[in-house]
């Protein structure tokens, strides 16, 4: 007599399996996507949980994680490609997830109401898209965003294009992010702690609570895992910039950078620099020659960074351990450093375009507005003086090639992030600069950017400061049009 169940097993397997892709069919059908022309369908489950995580080490604590990984699961797809996440929200509070940087449809953007309704807890929700525009793009909670995005809720997704171009030896993401002991019972109107942390050095900047810590892919230093290379090689290294605040100042001791991406979009020319500053929501993809054989540090130059956590150790094969990091070379003087080297140099103007529709934006607020207004002001953020959700959208038609000012009265950076297009930076400080496409910008205190972008994916989209403290605080405006 010979035992049925494995067949009766295989079976059910089988009938599981053709109602899964009958399922799937369907859904394609009813979004109305199929992948472009040599582009194929691609599906990822995430589900998003607390767990327990040492992102120091040796303080074991809470956090929330994708598929629990700090950072969550790097997806790798092809330009083209319809890309489809089936999300489970596991957390004791609702979530969403914005595709930072990919030209989604308006109702998959993660922007809670405004675009989707939360994923509330114990619930699901199939995220849908083509991936375009090719390039190093993220993904990352955009509900309570300063509390998910300290917890873990951030992750690389890289979109490689149709055409492969150059060919590295080696391709590595590297995500920074920042993780807060009271993450999890925030008490953000807490005033920060003065102005002293504000001013480091030349660089004005988002107050620096030395509580916070900085994770290189997901650990502090010394934790963090070390990047191996041999040398002759050419490596490819896609830096992203996932922290709730913080810009960073990144060196590559021992050697020069040479920048190829700006937001995952094309720099041309590339630029070669020695450290770049890397403002929240914003990537650089460089190309490092392995030229220089020995244990260097990869960090943050900015003072505190490097041991508040940030910073890993490139090492060549068969390099003694002995990584090579002294005071004098945190020095940038004489650096190239990006921007401002770039911002200096001489500009080849591009072709002047003629907007269809120019808006400005003034940004302004904080804390030295609020204490001139009376109030405790400290957490409001404006753009014209209004802070979200009252400030003006921008109204626009389908087509319109529309052209933005922003300039920035206020004391601290604003890394201004449009949803769902990239724009091209034109001018800075008035005058024309080689044009660069991207999608988050930082405006500095008083600087004053003019990007352009084409309004070629209607719905309604945020216009925001990537700062979680500065969005949460009101600096957000919409880009609307049908
Ligand atoms: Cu990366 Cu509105 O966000
Ligand atoms: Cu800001």
């Known amino acids: 007599m010979k035992d049925k169940t494995p067949l009766l097993i ?3 397997f089988l009938g599981v399996q053709l109602f899964g892709v009958s399922c799937a069919l369907l859904d394609v059908a009813r979004a109305g996507l199929t992948p472009r022309a040599g582009g194929q369908m691609r599906e990822f489950r995430l589900t998003a949980s607390a767990m327990t ?5 040796g303080q074991p604590t809470t956090a929330w994680a994708y598929n629990n990984q700090v950072p969550g699961p790097e997806l790798r797809v092809r330009e083209g490609d319809l890309v489809r996440v089936i999300f489970t929200n596991n957390l004791p509070e609702p979530t969403t997830i914005h595709w930072h940087g990919v030209n989604v449809p308006t109702s998959i953007d993660g922007v809670p109401d405004i675009s989707q309704p939360p994923v509330p807890p114990g619930g699901t929700f199939t995220y849908e898209f083509i991936a375009t525009p090719a390039g190093t793009r993220w993904y990352h909670a955009h509900f309570a965003e300063h509390t998910q995005l300290q917890l873990g809720l951030y992750a690389p997704l890289i979109i490689e294009p149709r055409d492969v171009g150059t060919r590295y030896d080696r391709d590595n993401t590297i995500t920074f992010g920042e993780w807060s002991p009271d993450a999890l019972h925030p008490d953000h109107n807490q005033p920060n702690d003065g102005m002293g942390s504000m001013m480091d050095g030349n660089m004005m900047s988002t107050p ?27 490596v490819r290294l896609r830096f ?9 100042v990144i ?12 937001d995952g979009n094309p720099l041309s020319p590339p ?6 500053e890397i403002g929240a929501g914003e990537r650089y993809d460089v190309e490092v020659t392995a030229n220089n054989p ?11 960074h490097t041991e508040r956590g940030l910073k890993t150790i490139v090492r060549y094969e068969g390099a003694a351990d002995d990584s090579r990091e002294s005071a004098d070379i945190r020095n940038t003087r004489g650096f190239r450093v990006w921007p401002d080297t770039i911002l200096t140099q001489r500009q080849a103007a591009g072709e002047t375009t003629r907007p269809d529709k120019q808006f400005q934006l003034t940004l302004s607020g904080g804390m030295m507005m609020g204490g001139m207004m009376g109030g405790d002001g400290a957490n409001t953020w404006t753009i014209n003086g209004k802070a979200y959700p009252n400030t003006d959208p921008l109204i626009v038609k389908q087509g319109d090639r529309v052209r933005v000012r922003l300039f920035n009265m206020s004391m601290e950076d604003h890394p201004m992030h449009l949803h769902g297009h990239s724009f091209a930076v ?7 600069i080689t044009p660069m496409v991207r999608d988050t910008l930082t405006v500095r205190h008083m600087e004053i950017y003019d990007v352009e972008f084409v309004a070629d994916n209607p719905g309604t989209w945020f216009f925001h400061c990537h700062n979680a403290e500065h969005m949460e605080g009101g600096l957000i405006t919409l880009v609307k049009y049908r």
């Open 208 to 234: 620096d609570d030395p509580n916070v810590k900085f994770t290189v892919n997901g650990k502090a230093s010394p934790a963090a895992p070390p990047l191996l290379v041999r040398q002759g090689e050419r």
């Open 251 to 262: 060196r590559l001791e021992g050697h020069t950078m040479k920048i190829t991406h700006v």
């Open 271 to 276: 630029r070669e620099v020695e450290a770049i």
């Open 10 to 12: 295989a079976l059910l």
């Open 53 to 57: 995580y040492e992102f120091v080490r």
């Open 240 to 248: 992203i910039n996932a922290s709730a605040m913080q810009k960073h």
């Open 294 to 304: 020995g244990v260097w540090a990869l960090h943050c130059v900015r003072p505190g």
């Open 426 to 432: 034109l001018q800075y400080d008035g005058r024309p």
